[in-house]
Structure formats: structure tokens, C-alpha cells
């Protein structure tokens, strides 16, 4: 059995590498019901990523092939992040934030602000980044420099 009803998990998901993935397998893993946050473009924009990324809709379309694949997509509802709060600050019905090292920070302060508007905390779950063949973490922005693959298969000395 699941240990929670309803998890949250977001990200921009660029590039949907075997990091993202395993994000994703997590949360599916502990939760009933998925809700992904999928960052806007408008979001991404404002992050200040040091490389392009793809637009929503192609994101989209990986993220759904992705839950196909694994005949997840039924459990799971997709919405877009317009902040990095999504709907964690008012959804009652969510038990636990995924995430991974880079962004518990952020979860951190989704439950600081839960607080502030009387909603009880989420159970923060981390997982490790995912490590590519040179030990360092698989990352979009490494597989857009065409250092690695969505693996983290090694392209070229770095």
C-alpha cells in the first residue's frame, strides 16, 4: 500500500533524463495520486537557466510519453508552475513533497509558508542526485553542454 493519498513532486523536467526519472518513480512509489508541477515557460524564463530550454508543450508531450510508458499516466494529474509553490500552499488534500537535494530548500519553505496559512506540513521526501558515469550528477545542464547523456553517459572529457 501507498503511503500517501497525494504527493506533489515539480520540476522543469528539460531534457527528461534518468535524475527526472527517478524523481518521478519516487513519488509514484510512495503516492496514491501524482501531482506534478511542470514549470511555465514564463517560469523558466525567470529562473535564469544557463542554457536554452524547451517549450512547454514539448516538455509536456515527454512527460506524458514517460507515464505511458509505464502506465502511470491515470494516477497522475500535470499542472503548470508558475512560482515554486504551485498549489503546495493551498491544497489541503496533498501528504508529502518529493524532491530531490538540489530543491529541498525549496520544500523547506513551502512548509514555513503551510504554516503561515494554518496548513499542517508536508512530509518532505529526498532523494539523491543521480550520479553519472564520472560520479558527478546528471543534469540538464551538463546534457545540454553535450557533456553526458540522459544516462549520464560520458560524450566528452570534461
Known amino acids: 500500500m501507498k503511503r500517501f493519498r497525494k504527493v506533489a513532486v515539480g520540476g522543469t523536467f528539460d531534457e527528461l533524463h534518468k535524475g527526472h526519472k527517478a524523481l518521478l518513480l519516487k513519488a509514484f512509489e510512495v503516492g496514491e495520486h501524482v501531482l506534478i508541477g511542470l514549470c511555465s515557460d514564463d517560469f523558466v524564463a525567470k529562473m535564469g537557466k544557463p542554457h536554452n530550454t524547451a517549450p ?9 510519453a514517460f507515464l505511458r510508458e509505464r502506465n ?41 509558508k503551510r504554516a503561515e496559512n494554518g496548513l499542517p506540513p508536508l512530509e518532505i521526501i529526498v532523494i539523491s ?23 549520464g553517459h560520458l560524450l566528452k572529457k570534461a
Do not use: F, H, Q, W
Open 56 to 64: 512547454y508543450k514539448e516538455r509536456l508531450k515527454e512527460l506524458n
Open 129 to 151: 542526485m543521480v550520479p553519472a558515469e564520472n560520479c558527478a550528477p546528471i543534469s540538464t545542464t551538463r546534457i545540454r553542454r553535450g557533456e553526458i547523456d540522459r544516462e
Open 72 to 112: 502511470l499516466s491515470d494516477r497522475a494529474e500535470i499542472i503548470p508552475l508558475n512560482d515554486p509553490y504551485g498549489n503546495t500552499l493551498t491544497n489541503r488534500c496533498i501528504g508529502a513533497l518529493v524532491v530531490s537535494e538540489e530543491t529541498k530548500a525549496t520544500a523547506l519553505k513551502i512548509n514555513r
